[in-house]
C-alpha cells in the first residue's frame, strides 16, 4: 500500500476517537466522517508499518444512520466527529464504546438530549494573523491551521452572536498579540463573559465600550496574558477590563459564582442530568459526611450539602475554591469546608470518617495511591463522575482491588456530535 492510491472497500467499525475502521491487503486503514457498513472510494493519506490513514474521496452505499451534518464545514473542523451520523445512532455508538472498554460491568443505555445541538456554553477561538488579514475559527483535525467558521452549530447562538462580532470588530491592530478569544455564555442568568488572551494587553477601551453596549448579557471582560510557549491556553496573569473576574450561572437552585479559570460542564442542561445521576447513585442521608474531590465551584457537593450533615470540598484552582467558598454563603449553605490542595495529597492526610466521596477528576483519572487512600478511608459509597471512559475503566478496577462492586456505569451525553461521552460509576463497599 502507498500514499495517494485509491481503494474501494467496506467500512466495518468505528473506533473511540470516530475513525471508521477498513481492513485492506492485512492492513486496517482509519478513515474519518464515516460509517460501520458503508460501501466508500477512499485515498491513502499516511501508511505506518501495522496500519494506515486515509480521506474519503466518495460514500458508494451510505449507511442508514448517515444524516447531513447542519454545520457545512463538518468535515473539516476538529470540533464535532460526529454530525453525519443520525443521533439515536450516536447514543448506540457511544453505549458501545463504554461497555467495550469495561466488558464485566453493567453499562446503561446513555441519557441524551431531546436538541443535540446549540449546547455548549464556552468556546475557545484561536485567532491568527496572516497577510494582513486577522483569521478565527476553530482547528482543522491534527494541525494548527484555523477553519474560518461563520457559526458553529453546538455552541449557544448567543456565543455565535459575540463571534461574529468580533470577527467584525478585531481589526488587525486589534488583534496584535492575541491568541485565543474565550467566551462563555450562561442562559439560565443571561450572563457572558469575554477573555482575550494574548501576549500583551492592547489598545482595547473602545472595543470593550462598544461591546458593552451592543450586548446587554456581557457581564464581564478580562484580559489574560499568556506568553507561554506550549498549547496551554489560559495564562496566569489577568486584568478585568469589565465587570468582575467572574460571572453567575446556575446549577439546579444555586447560584454559582464562575470565574473564568474554575471549570464548569460545558453543556448546561445535561450537566444537570449527570448531577441528577451522581446525586441518585450517592443515596445520601443527613448523619453524612461527604467528600467533593476536584470539587470545582462547588456544585457537585452543593447539591448533595442540602441532604448531609456536612460537605469536604477538594480543588487545585484557587480561583475555584474561593467560588466554591463563596458559592455556600450565596445559597446560605453552611455546611461545607473546601480547600485549595492535590486531592490525593488530601485523601492521604484526611483522618475524619467519611461516607460517601464523590470524585470527578480531569481527564487522566486518578492515581492508584489515590484510590488506595480513599479506599482507607473506608467510604460506604464512592460515586466516580468521569470524562473519560478509559481511565474510569481503568479506576473501577483497581477500585474492585480495593473491596468495592461497581452497581452500574450510566452514561450521560454532554458532548453531542462528538466522541465524547460523561459517566456515573456508583461504587459500593463489599461487606
Ligand atoms: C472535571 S472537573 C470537575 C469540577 C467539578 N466537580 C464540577 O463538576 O464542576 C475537574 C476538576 O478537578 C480539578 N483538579 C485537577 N487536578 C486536580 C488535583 N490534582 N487535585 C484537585 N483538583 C484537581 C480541576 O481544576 C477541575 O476543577
Not at 500583551?200 to 496574558?225: G, M, P, R
Not at 489560559?234 to 478585568?240: I, S
Amino acid at each position: 500500500m502507498k500514499k495517494n492510491e485509491v481503494y474501494k472497500t467496506q467500512i466495518i467499525d468505528l473506533t473511540n476517537m470516530a475513525y471508521g475502521v477498513a481492513r485492506i491487503d492485512g492492513l486496517v486503514v482509519f478513515v474519518p466522517n464515516v460509517l460501520p457498513q458503508e460501501e466508500v472510494k477512499i485515498g491513502i493519506t499516511k501508511v505506518c508499518k501495522k496500519y494506515a490513514y486515509a480521506r474519503l474521496i466518495k460514500i458508494i452505499k451510505p449507511s442508514p444512520d448517515r444524516i447531513e451534518p447542519v454545520c457545512p464545514v463538518a468535515d473539516k473542523c476538529g470540533g464535532c466527529q460526529l454530525q453525519h451520523m443520525r443521533y439515536a445512532a450516536q447514543l448506540a455508538y457511544k453505549q458501545r464504546l463504554v461497555q467495550d472498554l469495561m466488558p464485566n460491568q453493567e453499562v446503561r443505555y446513555p441519557l441524551g438530549m431531546e436538541d443535540p445541538y446549540a449546547y455548549r456554553n464556552k468556546a475557545q477561538f484561536p485567532i491568527q494573523i496572516k497577510n494582513n488579514q486577522v483569521f478565527m475559527g476553530f482547528y482543522r483535525v491534527h494541525s494548527n491551521d484555523i477553519v474560518p467558521i461563520q457559526q458553529c452549530a453546538i455552541q449557544d447562538p448567543v456565543i455565535n452572536e459575540l463571534y461574529a462580532w468580533f470577527q467584525e470588530h478585531l481589526t488587525v491592530s486589534l488583534a496584535q498579540g492575541l491568541r485565543h478569544l474565550y467566551i462563555r455564555y450562561i442562559q439560565s442568568t443571561n450572563q457572558s463573559q469575554i477573555v482575550l488572551i494574548g501576549q500583551y494587553k492592547n489598545d482595547w477601551e473602545q472595543l470593550v465600550k462598544d461591546c458593552v453596549s451592543t450586548f446587554d448579557h456581557v457581564a464581564s471582560i478580562v484580559f489574560n496574558q499568556n506568553n507561554r510557549k506550549d498549547n496551554v491556553i489560559l495564562g496566569e496573569k489577568y486584568e478585568v477590563l469589565y465587570g468582575k473576574p467572574y460571572i453567575l450561572a446556575t446549577c439546579f437552585e444555586n447560584k454559582v459564582h464562575l470565574h473564568f479559570k474554575s471549570f464548569f460542564q460545558v453543556n448546561s442542561v445535561q450537566m444537570e442530568v449527570l448531577y441528577k445521576q451522581a446525586l441518585q447513585a450517592a443515596n445520601l442521608d443527613s448523619s453524612m459526611t461527604v467528600i467533593d474531590l476536584y470539587a470545582g465551584t462547588g456544585t457537585i457537593g452543593m447539591m448533595a450539602a442540602r441532604y448531609v450533615k456536612q460537605v469536604i470540598g477538594v480543588e487545585i484552582v484557587p480561583e475555584a475554591v474561593e467560588n466554591a467558598k463563596e458559592n455556600y454563603a450565596l445559597n446560605d449553605l453552611y455546611n461545607g469546608s473546601y480547600y485549595c490542595m492535590d486531592a490525593s495529597v488530601f485523601a492521604h492526610e484526611m483522618k475524619e470518617k467519611v461516607d460517601v466521596v464523590f470524585v470527578d477528576p480531569p481527564r487522566k483519572g486518578m492515581s492508584e495511591q489515590g484510590i488506595d487512600d480513599i479506599a482507607r478511608l473506608n467510604p460506604q459509597r464512592v460515586v466516580y463522575v468521569s470524562c473519560n471512559p478509559k481511565t474510569l475503566a481503568r479506576d473501577i478496577k483497581i477500585f474492585e482491588q480495593e473491596g468495592y462492586h461497581c452497581e452500574y456505569v450510566q452514561p450521560v451525553d454532554l458532548f453531542c456530535q462528538t466522541n465524547g461521552i460523561e459517566c456515573v460509576a456508583k461504587l459500593e463497599k463489599m461487606d
